[in-house]
């Protein structure tokens, strides 16, 4: 395992499309973070899992995201209704929490274009 | 919001030390440092965290303050590779919690 991997890299989309994203964690990390990041502006949260469970959103994850980690391996991030202030970096990240824990490894991020 | 300050941008000389500062001055007393940096159009990378010694690995130094309000990462003799904007965040460690990036501090390391 050589990190965590994220597909696609870049994605370009029509405004009003729906698009998903996957996030690999790395195999023996129970949490798995999405981020946001704009230009010129640093990594912003916008939810967490720990196992499967979604424990924290963001409120900058509007009704139009929604993410899932169906078996507490991999993870989905699908934006419904893209809009063209949904263009970004999304960045995942997976870290061990509990006993033995281990820091943060974030992923190389997909790149939304809204247009 | 960020719960520290970090300046906006720096340049270093390639061979010599990056000095980064970070500001972090309210800090509780189980919360660690922990510094990233992210080269352009890749994810954050992990370099070192502390909680109130000097740490040192391959990568960088780590000086935190007595009175752990501020902290220096060091790279000890900095390359063009270096080049990136670097993180500097408090959290508590092994809850795996989420990290609040702030700006952040751009290096240029030139030639």
């Known amino acids: 395992d050589t990190g965590v991997s994220q597909d696609p890299r870049h994605k370009i989309t029509k405004r009003g499309q729906n698009v998903t994203f996957r996030c690999d964690p790395i195999?023996?990390?129970?949490?798995l973070y999405w981020y946001r990041q704009t230009l010129g502006q640093g990594p912003e949260f916008l939810t967490y899992f720990q196992n499967e469970a979604q424990l924290e959103k963001s409120r900058l994850l509007s009704d139009r995201f929604s993410a899932e980690r169906p078996k507490g391996s991999f993870s989905t991030l699908e934006i419904q209704r893209t809009e063209q202030g949904d263009s970004a970096m999304y960045l995942c990240?997976?870290?061990?929490?509990?006993?033995?824990?281990?820091?943060?490894?974030f992923g190389q991020g997909t790149r939304l274009t809204v247009v | 919001d960020a719960k520290t300050t970090q300046p906006t941008s720096m340049d270093c000389a390639e061979g010599r030390a990056a000095n980064l500062p970070c500001n972090h001055s309210?800090?509780?007393?189980?919360?660690?440092v922990y510094w990233y940096r992210q080269i352009h159009s890749q994810g954050p990378q992990y370099i070192i965290h502390?909680?109130?010694n000097n740490e040192t690995n391959e990568m960088a130094s780590l000086i935190i303050t007595e009175d752990r309000k501020s902290s220096t990462l060091i790279l000890p003799h900095a390359t063009l590779r270096d080049t990136a904007v670097y993180y500097c965040?408090?959290?508590?460690?092994?809850?795996?919690?989420?990290?609040?990036f702030g700006q952040g501090t751009e290096l240029s390391v030139k030639p």
């Open positions: 990240a997976s870290s061990l929490a509990g006993q033995g824990a281990s820091d943060c490894f």
């Open positions: 965040i408090v959290t508590f460690r092994g809850q795996g919690g989420k990290l609040i």
């Open positions: 502390g909680l109130k």
């Open positions: 195999s023996e990390h129970n949490r």
């Open positions: 309210t800090i509780s007393g189980n919360e660690y």
